[in-house]
Nanobody
């Protein structure tokens, strides 16, 4: 069973910053690493993703505020979240897609932004 271990969620005031991290097993052939989020009553949505080649993609709502990065040596993917807004409040999920198309999810970490 592949386990993704997330950390870094919490409560922050609007305008503040948080950094999420996700540790994954180092033996996997990962094609894409990503962060999704799901707010109450809404569908899960892609926040940001980064490929094994370093190409990144962001949701329009977070462009210019969030930065996704990966450290292959440590097998981690991080999400630096700046200028947080109350509408960023959600459970954030780490996601990886392997070269063989298998997908794994983390357990989720709560991010709450107060106004």
């Amino acid at each position: 069973q592949v386990q993704l271990v997330e950390s870094g969620g919490g409560l922050v005031q609007a305008g503040g910053s948080l950094r999420l991290s996700c540790a994954v097993p180092g033996s996997l052939s990962i094609l894409v690493m990503a962060w999704y989020r799901q707010a109450p009553g809404k569908e899960r949505e892609l926040v940001a993703e980064i490929s094994k080649y370093g190409n990144s993609n962001y949701a329009d709502a977070v462009k210019g505020r969030f930065i996704i990065s990966r450290d292959p040596a440590k097998s981690t993917v991080s999400l630096q979240m700046n200028s947080l807004k109350p509408e960023d409040t959600a459970v954030y999920y780490c996601n990886i897609k392997l070269i063989d198309t298998t997908v794994y999810w983390g357990q989720g970490t709560q991010v709450t932004v107060s106004s």
